[in-house]
């Protein structure tokens, strides 16, 4: 007995997979109903499914006549429904509730293990199951009967329907805008009852016919779960060893792994943070610090690492200001984020904390409400924008909070000369944002940073011919540049040009000479001329005459990508470049309007005369347009021709476009065509296409 196998076969069945009926195929069931009461003989009145949500109702008869109905409670539930009108939208025709509805859940939303199976002549026919429903009974009808009774009451309530109305009309409306909503809120709303129920009640019902369980048809349907193939033989040997096979039976339980405890966003772990790449440590360090001195920044990192990588890191992260590192808007408030106070979008907070920073840069101490005047942001942003860089001073407004770090600017000059150039780039875009005057950009004098002595341009002068008396014959030359020192209009000194310039033509602002009230602030030595203009990488007296290679270069590159540009736009974007030159550079000369001008003609561009609008506000470098004439390709022409539009109005539609390229060119200008034209030179507003540049985004 014990060699005997324990486990005989007693039968081998033949199994056969049908596919027919694979993803029509549905198992209902009744759990508030016993097995032995079925619904097969009871009337079915309507049928509907909704396949995506797998969602059925079904509408069958309800025996009134039977000894276990209550004809005074069907009598009184029709009632409630229903009222005591005869329409034909009732939903109980005979005043007698003499129906019940049936909605399915899901039993189950995997059905990859279950299948319906048919045996027949020693043979297993299974065909799967596309889902498993539970139906219920539907109670939407006591939802209409509620309805009715609010209804009821609120037409007994009526009263004085006209006095009523009176007092509605007078009510305050207020009127809310929306937040910004957040990707959080957006994937919270999505997984919301409100947000579910609505996607389902969008599926439309699709209306069946219901056939009976002895119905013609339904015999018909049935042999479809046998399998159709039988004479069509596959390879379905079972190749598993015995211990795969049992494998695939039971799969092993998965461990799941114990999640380690996140660490709050405001709390650092100097460990965890040192296994970072050094990128991410000076980002997560000012992102949490926000304002720190150069010096403790290398302190929280790992001893001895390389200082002139953690500048190239701290100054994708951050700017300088009065010396020390301020985190950078855009790594506080990333792109599609709000304000956490008021919802404002983080473009708008960028912008305002840009200029709070950018104030920093000019003066010592600011005021609240001249910076919320001029940002125009609530003020729980304005505070927390302050808070974040100053303390506030008694009689003085908020301070910045750090003093000026005047050996980091000694030690990196020119990491303080490059952090000047994007500070200038910055200034002439908050300018342009903000409608700014030059009063509103010059510096308060009782705000100075500590340090910096403002000297005017007749002391100066008077304090050369001292020296020069004394005998110091060094310092002739230094006499010489006293005398092409000017005053402005605020009692700065201020650098004379020495090269010739047209009427209304006035130099870019490129030099640190105007920047001497807060040269220090902004990290760049507050020493003597010649040091200033070593820093700028040339003498005042030496001027370039006529654009250089290199500016043609820029020049160029510049309007292959932008196409159409105004003269103030450029200057932005040259400002930036100089940023990033090393110090020294050739291009650091005096670069004047001429120049640029001259330049941009020596590239195949041209100045497009666009007729601006009466109201326009737009200063004289912002009406001075120019745009690529000339590019080699074949879209010249129909650049040349859209130009020739802007020439004769300062905006035009999209239809006028597309007709006189199609007169021009014939139709073999397509859709593609006059969007790629539009996108390079044009912007949309208000369904009107203008130059780029000539209209306020």
Same mark, same amino acid.
């Given at each position: 007995m014990a060699s005997e196998e324990d486990d005989p076969i007693i039968q081998e069945i033949d199994v056969y997979l049908a596919k027919s009926l694979a993803d029509k195929?549905?198992?209902?069931?009744?759990p508030v109903r016993p097995a032995s009461m079925t619904y097969d003989d009871v009337a079915h009145l309507s049928a509907k499914i909704k396949p995506k949500q797998q969602k059925? *109702?079904? &509408?069958?008869?309800? #025996?009134t006549m039977s000894p276990n109905y209550c004809r005074?409670?069907? &009598?009184? !539930?029709a009632l409630n429904v229903d009222g005591t009108t005869s329409e034909d939208s009732n939903t109980y025709s005979t005043k007698l509730m003499d129906k019940q509805t049936f909605t399915s859940i899901q039993a189950t939303t995997n059905t990859s293990r279950y299948a319906a199976a048919v045996f027949r002549k020693g043979e297993l026919h299974l065909t799967p199951l596309q889902g498993i429903l539970q139906m219920r009974p539907s109670f939407s009808y006591l939802d209409k009967a509620d309805s009715k009774h609010r209804e009821r009451e609120a037409a007994n309530e009526g009263g004085d329907s006209s006095q009523d109305e009176a007092e509605e009309d007078i009510k305050q409306i207020t009127v809310r805008f929306s937040r910004p909503e957040s990707e959080q809120a957006r994937q919270r709303r999505y997984q919301s009852y409100e947000f579910l129920q609505k996607k389902q009640n969008e599926e439309p019902w699709v209306h069946l016919h219901y056939y009976g369980l002895k119905d013609g048809r339904s015999e018909h349907e049935r042999q479809y779960l046998f399998c159709q193939c039988m004479g069509v033989t596959e390879n379905t040997e079972l190749v598993k060893t015995p211990s795969e096979y049992l494998a695939m039976l039971m799969p092993p339980a998965v461990k799941e792994e114990v999640a380690k405890p996140v660490t709050p966003s405001n709390v650092l772990s100097m460990a965890q943070l040192r296994t970072l790449p050094l990128g991410d440590q000076v980002k997560t360090l000012m992102k949490n610090v926000k304002v720190m001195p150069f010096a403790n920044l290398m302190g929280l990192l790992t001893p001895g690492t390389d200082s002139t990588a953690v500048l190239r890191c701290v100054q994708q992260v951050a700017m300088l200001v009065q010396g020390n590192w301020v985190v950078k808007s855009d790594v506080l408030y990333p792109k599609d984020t709000c304000s956490p106070h008021s919802g404002v979008p983080a473009e708008v907070l960028c912008r305002g904390r840009d200029f709070l920073m950018w104030k920093f840069?000019? *003066?010592?101490?600011?005021?609240?409400? *001249?910076? %919320? %005047? !001029?940002v125009k942001l609530p003020a729980e942003d304005v505070k927390d924008f302050l808070e974040q860089m100053a303390v506030p001073r008694v009689n003085r407004g908020w301070e910045f909070l750090l003093p000026s770090d005047t050996?980091?600017?000694?030690?990196?000059? #020119?990491?303080a000369q490059r952090q000047h150039m994007l500070w200038l780039g910055m200034q002439a875009k908050l300018e342009k944002v903000f409608h700014l005057s030059k009063e509103d950009m010059m510096p308060k004098k009782k705000d100075s940073a500590p340090g910096v002595v403002l000297v005017s341009g007749e002391k100066r002068l008077r304090m050369a011919k001292d020296r020069a008396r004394e005998g110091r014959p060094a310092l002739e030359k230094d006499l010489e540049r006293q005398r092409a020192v000017g005053r402005d209009s605020s009692g700065a000194a201020v650098q004379v040009k020495e &090269?010739?310039?047209s009427d209304g033509e006035e130099p870019m602002d490129i030099s640190l000479t105007e920047t001497l009230k807060n040269g220090a602030v902004n990290g760049l030595p507050h020493s003597d001329d010649s040091s200033r203009d070593s820093l700028n990488g040339h003498s005042p007296s030496c001027r370039p005459a006529s654009p250089s290679q290199e500016l043609r270069d820029f020049v160029s590159a510049t309007f292959r990508k932008h196409y159409v540009l105004t003269l103030s736009e450029l200057k932005r974007l040259f400002n930036l470049h100089l940023a990033s030159l090393p110090p020294g550079h050739s291009l650091f000369g005096g670069i004047s309007d001429r120049l640029l001008q001259d330049a941009i003609l020596h590239s195949r561009c041209r100045q497009i005369m666009v007729p601006f609008p009466p109201q326009s506000s737009a200063a004289a470098d912002e009406q001075k347009v120019f745009a690529v004439w000339e590019t080699g390709d074949s879209f010249d022409k129909h650049r040349q021709l859209l130009f020739e539009l802007f020439m004769k109005n300062y905006r035009v539609r999209r239809n006028v476009v597309q007709s006189r390229l199609n007169q021009e060119f014939g139709e073999s200008v397509t859709k593609a065509d006059l969007d790629k034209l539009l996108k390079e030179c044009c912007i949309s507003y208000a369904g009107m296409w203008y130059l780029k540049g000539?209209?306020?985004s």
């Open positions: 195929l549905y198992l209902f069931q009744y059925v *109702e079904l &509408e069958m008869t309800l #025996d005074s409670k069907g &009598e009184q !539930i840069t000019r *003066e010592r101490c600011v005021v609240r409400k *001249e910076v %919320a %005047a !001029i050996d980091f600017v000694r030690k990196h000059p #020119d990491v &090269e010739p310039l000539t209209v306020q």
